[in-house]
């Protein structure tokens, strides 16, 4: 079993950055990925940023450019470093691991979830 534990959500204007935080404790597997979803009120879900233990990478469209996902594989923990925020990136931001490769991570799949850090944007 892994437990995920989210930090560094916050209220940040428009323009700002923050960084979140998400250490895993519990067993490490061989090969995994880590990333972050998202959810805002009355939305779905949405995948923000992933990367696997073979250092690939995926970001949704609406992110690229401004947020950046590194996967510490000797800690068991992945940041995303978030800057030129905006208000549609307010949400509750979760942590997840999948155990296997990027190439079959989907939400559906996801084998563990944090709790979440809540994130807003304001104008």
């Known amino acids: 079993q892994v437990q995920l534990s989210e930090s560094g959500g916050d209220s940040v204007q428009s323009g700002g950055s923050l960084r979140l935080s998400c250490e895993a404790s519990?067993?490490?597997?061989?090969?995994?990925?880590m990333g972050w979803f998202r959810q805002a009120p009355g939305k779905e879900r949405e995948e923000v940023a992933a990367m696997d233990t073979d250092d690939s990478t995926k970001y949704a469209d609406s992110v690229k450019g401004r947020f950046t996902i590194v996967l510490d594989k000797d800690k068991h923990a992945v940041y995303l470093e978030m800057r030129n925020l905006k208000p549609e990136d307010t949400g509750m931001y979760y942590c997840?691991?999948?155990?296997?490769?990027?190439?079959?991570?989907?939400?559906?799949?996801?084998?563990?979830w944090g709790q979440g850090t809540q994130v807003t944007v304001s104008s």
């Open positions: 519990g067993y490490k597997y061989y090969n995994f990925a």
């Open positions: 997840a691991e999948y155990l296997g490769s990027l190439a079959y991570y989907n939400e559906d799949d996801i084998n563990f």
